[in-house]
């Protein structure tokens, strides 16, 4: 069984641009789950959503964004970059929920310049 | 407020000798913890877990302790192999559907031969 696929792995972008970031969660998991790593942090919690509909939040401002699509694959989406946005952005996904076993895809690194 | 916390950044171990990690949580609603493991350039990777109705767990040369009076939860890793070497994560959720894991800010374990 595949796991967790992130695309791209790499991304370089400039202050004040938009990026997207997609992932694609393992066959049958229905729930997928963002989490941002930076150097020195733990991995904080950005969003999750289950069914295409967004179920739980963290803590980060309104230039942070998901969606999520019928066949569970997932979407972030970051406006107006920052420099504190570089960071390892984590997919994961898991059957029913966040709260339950996670599998992690190798993250998309995202430099802000 | 850190509700999951990893306070040794680092932790340097011979092989063959125990490895020790420790975590504490101030969350008394956290029921389900676990460790990931990560090396660079990947995603976490499940470790091992362990319910609030268990003290202890065990799999392999991975073993889980919870003391939750003291809310405080331990990795102890038998024989330590370099290949071990790697940031380990502690997290933890509770029992609330959608409520997303919480992770620490990881310690760094290497594993010298």
């Known amino acids: 069984k595949a796991g967790v696929t992130q695309t791209p792995r790499y991304l370089i972008k400039t202050r004040g641009q938009q990026v997207t970031l997609s992932c694609s969660p393992i066959s049958g998991h229905r729930s997928v789950s963002w989490y941002q790593q930076t150097p020195g942090q733990g991995l904080q919690f950005l969003f999750e959503y289950f069914s295409e509909t967004q179920r739980n939040k963290g803590n980060f401002p309104g230039r942070f964004s998901g969606r999520q699509f019928s066949n569970s694959r997932s979407e972030m989406n970051v406006s107006t970059l920052e420099l504190g946005d570089s960071a390892l952005y984590l997919c994961?996904?898991?059957?029913?929920?966040?709260?339950?076993?996670?599998?992690f895809g190798s993250g998309t690194q995202l430099s802000v310049l | 407020d850190q509700q999951v916390k990893q306070n040794s950044p680092s932790l340097s171990v011979q092989e063959g000798r125990i490895s020790i990690l420790n975590c504490d949580y101030t969350?008394?609603?956290?029921?389900?913890f676990l460790w990931y493991k990560k090396y660079p350039a990947e995603g976490p990777t499940f470790l091992i877990s362990i319910s609030s109705i268990k003290d202890k767990n065990e799999d392999g040369r991975f073993t889980v302790f919870l003391n939750k009076s003291a809310k405080h939860l331990s990795l102890h890793i038998v024989p330590s192999q370099p290949g071990d070497s790697a940031v380990y994560f502690c997290?933890?959720?509770?029992?609330?559907?959608?409520?997303?894991?919480?992770f620490g800010k990881g310690t760094t374990l290497s594993v010298s031969s």
């Open positions: 997290a933890a959720s509770a029992n609330q559907a959608g409520t997303a894991l919480i």
């Open positions: 994961a996904s898991s059957l029913w929920g966040p709260d339950e076993k996670l599998f």
């Open positions: 969350n008394s609603m956290f029921d389900y």
